[in-house]
């Protein structure tokens, strides 16, 4: 069984997903690895057209969440990118690398959003866009 601090975060991230409304969770899938290391993959539908993806390997360090890599991927059902955070590092010059959001013509620097933050951005995008 993983440390409490690892299991009490999964267990909030599928609690957060549960109250999110007009959504389908297509994948949702916890790998632990070790007592200390899982790796989260989810794939949420909302409106039956749009699709978030959600990547994270993550490891206890220190008694403390540490995540190692995360991509938070969100597109309309043409396949068309509105956001994408991420870890990867292939922007060096950002401030806050390696860590930022591309958007569809653009990359900006931001820190890493909790997956309740960007699940709050995905219900705003439908507020304001649909």
């Not at 409304?21 to 070790?34: D, G, R």
């Not at 993959?41 to 390997?57: D, G, N, P, V, W």
């Not at 008694?63 to 995360?70: E, G, S």
């Not at 950002?94 to 699940?119: G, N």
């Amino acid at each position: 069984m993983p440390p409490s601090i690892l299991f009490d975060y999964l267990n909030k991230v599928e609690q957060v997903i549960v109250q999110c409304k007009n959504l389908y969770v297509e994948l949702y899938i916890e790998e632990i690895i070790t007592p200390k290391r899982a790796n989260l993959k989810i794939r949420l539908r909302f409106h039956q057209t749009h699709l978030l993806q959600i990547s994270e390997a993550i490891e206890i360090k220190e008694n403390q969440l540490n995540f190692l890599d995360y991509r938070y991927h969100f597109q309309d059902e043409s396949n068309y990118l509105i956001f994408r955070y991420d870890s990867t590092p292939h922007f060096p010059n950002l401030s806050t690398f390696p860590h930022h959001k591309h958007l569809p013509d653009d990359v900006i620097s931001c820190q890493k959003p909790t997956i309740d933050q960007v699940l709050n951005e995905v219900i705003k995008y439908f507020e304001n866009y649909q």
